[in-house]
């Protein structure tokens, strides 16, 4: 397939600018995998398309402030965006620069910290702190938080809570995994109530989600690769709910990757690990039955991915859908709900 198959107009208006002030006020579009079939609930509802014995799989990851602002020697302004953090101490990043830095050019923060620039790597730069203080604790001092591109505006105090998940405890994110955004304490206890189990698997999302495919041709397309954790007590847990008869539901498509690339030899195993595992339509899923995500932008990767799991033409039909109904899309969006075939 080709990029422009996955292309769709999008009024401005419907880019939600910030998040509702209860997490699971959103809306929740319901639909079957592979049917045209939506119906429009509130999110607070979806204990009501749930079984007990169900599972879902949240993803535990947490965000760093990732956006740091710092000068060169010369005075030139840089914003300095996280990608990960490297095993030595260092990380790479994306810069923004009127002319940009080369190696080993200092990079100046705002309470006089340094940032060596150490080599290129594609389009991405590796940096250091001269003082060498972990990145992780430089960018909670000092950086922002790494609203989306399309968030026209900047970030204020609350988005620090609001753009974390309740289940967020393993810092590494550069990014929210947004369907999660909408789970609240008493939905959550809803879910329990109803019988619905729950267990994570850590995927850091890297700054590569905000990239857009460059290539029209799906099969040129080269994925970012982002750090994945599914433990073995996940594992088990997935096989002991299968084998009672239960459904797994991903929260994210950032679940659902992670889950996938750990079951890419044809079974699920633990894993810890790189993944630049892309699916696109025509890939067999292994391990989820369920998907629980917002909407997502034209010509995306995780576009691709849903459409691939619910079917491109059902896809495309809800968010028509949704688009005429007027739902709020992107991060701070609202929620899409894909039940398993013929339920």
């Given at each position: 397939m080709?990029?422009?198959?996955?292309?769709?107009?999008?009024?401005?208006?419907?880019?939600?600018?910030?998040?509702?002030?209860?997490r699971?006020d959103?809306?929740?579009?319901?639909?079957?995998r592979?049917?045209?079939?939506?119906?429009?609930?509130?999110?607070?509802?979806?204990?009501?398309?749930?079984?007990?014995g169900?599972?879902?799989?949240?993803?535990?990851?947490?965000?760093?402030?990732a956006?740091?602002?710092?000068?060169?020697?010369?005075?030139?302004q840089?914003?300095?965006?996280?990608?990960?953090?490297?095993?030595?101490g260092?990380?790479?990043?994306m810069?923004?620069?009127?002319?940009?830095?080369?190696?080993?050019?200092e990079?100046?923060?705002?309470?006089?910290?340094?940032?060596?620039?150490?080599?290129?790597k594609?389009?991405?730069?590796?940096?250091?702190?001269t003082?060498?203080?972990?990145?992780?604790e430089?960018?909670?001092?000092?950086?922002?938080?790494?609203?989306?591109?399309?968030?026209s505006?900047?970030?204020?105090?609350?988005?620090?809570?609001?753009?974390?998940?309740?289940?967020?405890?393993?810092?590494?994110?550069?990014?929210?995994?947004?369907?999660?955004?909408?789970?609240?304490?008493?939905l959550?206890?809803?879910?329990?109530?109803?019988?619905?189990?729950?267990?994570?698997?850590?995927?850091?999302?890297?700054?590569?989600?905000?990239?857009?495919?460059?290539?029209?041709?799906?099969?040129?397309?080269?994925?970012h690769?982002?750090?994945?954790?599914v433990?073995?007590?996940?594992?088990?847990?997935i096989?002991?709910?299968?084998?009672?008869?239960?459904?797994?539901?991903?929260?994210?498509t950032?679940?659902?990757?992670?889950?996938?690339?750990?079951?890419?030899?044809?079974?699920?195993?633990?894993?810890?690990?790189?993944?630049?595992?892309?699916?696109?339509?025509?890939y067999?899923?292994?391990?989820?039955?369920?998907l629980?995500?917002?909407?997502?932008?034209?010509?995306s990767?995780?576009?691709?991915?849903?459409?691939?799991?619910a079917?491109?033409?059902?896809?495309?039909?809800?968010?028509?859908?949704?688009?005429?109904?007027?739902?709020?899309?992107?991060?701070?969006?609202?929620a899409?709900?894909?039940?398993?075939?013929?339920?």
């Open positions: 080709q990029k422009s198959d996955f292309n769709y107009d999008l009024p401005a208006s419907l880019i939600a600018q910030a998040p509702l002030d209860v699971s959103s809306r929740l579009l319901a639909m079957n592979n049917s045209a079939k939506v119906s429009d609930r509130q999110f607070r509802q979806l204990p009501d398309y749930l079984q007990a169900d599972l879902i799989v949240f993803n535990n990851t947490r965000v760093i402030p956006r740091l602002f710092g000068h060169k020697s010369t005075g030139g840089v914003e300095v965006f996280l990608e990960r953090v490297l095993d030595d260092s990380f790479l990043a810069l923004r620069a009127s002319k940009t830095p080369k190696s080993g050019q990079i100046h923060l705002g309470d006089g910290s340094v940032l060596m620039l150490q080599e290129r594609d389009n991405f730069f590796r940096l250091k702190c003082t060498d203080e972990p990145p992780v430089l960018f909670e001092r000092l950086g922002q938080v790494p609203l989306p591109p399309y968030i505006r900047p970030p204020v105090d609350a988005d620090h809570e609001r753009y974390q998940t309740l289940f967020a405890r393993k810092p590494g994110a550069v990014a929210a995994p947004t369907a999660s955004l909408h789970f609240d304490d008493a959550l206890s809803a879910l329990r109530d109803r019988g619905v189990k729950s267990t994570e698997i850590t995927l850091h999302v890297g700054a590569g989600t905000f990239q857009p495919v460059r290539v029209d041709d799906l099969a040129k397309h080269q994925m690769s982002e750090y994945l954790e433990s073995e007590q996940t594992v088990d847990t096989a002991k709910v299968k084998r009672e008869g239960g459904r797994i539901f991903a929260a994210g950032t679940s659902l990757r992670a889950l996938e690339a750990a079951a890419s030899g044809g079974k699920l195993k633990a894993m810890k690990g790189d993944t630049n595992l892309f699916i696109t339509p025509g067999r899923f292994r391990v989820v039955d369920g629980i995500t917002n909407f997502h932008l034209p010509e990767t995780l576009l691709m991915l849903v459409s691939a799991f079917g491109y033409d059902e896809i495309r039909k809800a968010y028509a859908h949704a688009i005429h109904e007027k739902y709020r899309f992107f991060s701070y969006g609202d899409m709900l894909i039940l398993p075939a013929n339920e």
